[in-house]
């Protein structure tokens, strides 16, 4: 198989004709090497259904439905694991990231380049909120990160199966896929684009997704949030030092007596030091303590590749 295209699908019944219309379009070139797969991320809709009759009906189409919703990120790992092409491209149900450019992605890889990414240029149909926090969530995370991770980038990329089997190499479970490709190294490049507006039905990404995610991609690949901690609390040992100085001079030489203000505020301010460094800490045990557990990634309820005999599959992923 040459081509793999994966796309991890939740609640996405609305999109997936138009998405299957599309991609069958994009990839017409190398129609009789590719699969399209689509993961369903235990969707409470009928996107399982459809998958099955997509299937039943274009030969390039693969259904992956999972045994529960275990996420994006895992769902999009769960297609990786099963894509069996020597290129595999990687693209949301939602359509807002164009499957026409895997015609110039795929003309800059036969260039030599490992990994092909997409940059958004501009971000149509999302609110200012979303934008500024997207451009703020990208420039944190390299500042804090220890890998290079391309601003204003998504999944949306094409990969060689070299960078691929590095990334699947990689045990975590907290995982943040487009940064393990970026710290995985290769050959890689970008290309710029216009990201459009849902195609149809509703984002499912909530704001407490949005910071679970913040969170694991900073935990993933950075220690330096427990090295602010520890710079924190050395700030606050001085600021101690100095304000110790402070009213032990006012009682010697002023004989005042602290009022309950400036009690307060001292107790209100270390206390919230030691809270956001025990915050910070348990970000990381906990995260040691998933990976310590070791369960499978997921697990497959069916393929419409034994689609007489669902359940048979029944994949577990510890990689």
């Given at each position: ?5 994966v796309v ?5 019944s ?5 998405l299957i219309?599309r ?5 017409e ?5 590719s ?5 369903d ?8 259904a459809?998958?099955?009759?997509l ?17 994006h990120?895992l ?13 595999i ?5 939602d359509?807002?990231d164009?499957p026409?450019?895997?015609?110039e992605m ?6 030599g ?10 971000r149509?149909?999302?609110s200012?909120?979303?934008k ?10 390299n ?5 290079n991770?391309p601003?204003?980038t ?12 590095a990334?699947?190499s990689?045990p975590?479970r907290a995982?943040?896929i487009r ?8 050959r890689?490049?970008?290309i710029?684009?216009?990201r459009?507006?849902?195609?149809a039905?509703e ?6 997704a ?5 969170l694991?991609?900073?935990t993933?690949?950075s ?12 700030l606050?040992?001085?600021?101690t030092v ?5 009213v ?12 309950w203000a400036?009690?307060?505020l001292?107790?209100?301010f270390?206390?919230?030091i030691?809270?956001?460094?025990l915050?910070?800490?348990g970000?990381?045990?906990?995260r040691?303590?998933?990976?310590a ?14 689609a ?11 990689s």
């Open positions: 198989m040459h081509l793999s295209i991890p699908c939740m609640n996405e609305l999109v997936l004709s138009e219309s991609l069958s379009g994009a990839v070139h190398w129609k009789s090497q699969e399209i797969i689509l993961i991320d235990g969707s409470t809709d009928s996107t399982w459809d998958i099955e009759e299937a039943k009906l274009n030969p390039l189409v693969r259904g992956v439905k999972l045994s529960a919703n275990r996420g990120q769902a999009l790992t769960a297609g990786l694991e099963t894509a069996t092409g020597e290129r491209f990687m693209l949301d149900a359509l807002q164009p026409e450019l895997i015609s795929m003309a800059l890889m036969d260039q380049y490992d990994v092909v990414y997409g940059r958004r240029k501009k149509h149909g999302e200012v909120l979303k500024v926090t997207a451009y703020t969530f990208y420039r944190t995370l500042f804090l990160s220890d890998a991770i601003n204003d998504g999944d949306f990329r094409l990969v060689n199966r070299r960078a691929l089997d990334v699947l990689m975590e995982r943040f940064g393990m490709f970026s710290w995985a190294g290769f890689q490049i970008g710029e684009y216009d459009s507006e849902r195609f039905g984002t499912k990404y909530g704001w407490s949005m910071i679970k995610f913040a694991d991609a900073v993933g690949f220690i330096r949030p427990l090295r602010i901690a520890t710079q924190l609390s050395i606050t040992a001085i600021i100095g304000m110790a100085i402070y032990i001079g006012g009682l010697i030489f002023f004989q005042t007596v602290p009022g400036s009690t307060l001292a107790i209100s270390f206390s919230s030691q809270l956001l460094t915050g910070i800490m970000e990381y045990v906990g040691l303590y998933i990976e557990k070791n369960r499978p990634l997921y697990f497959v309820d069916e393929d419409t590749a034994n007489t005999s669902p359940n048979v599959d029944e994949k577990a992923n510890a």
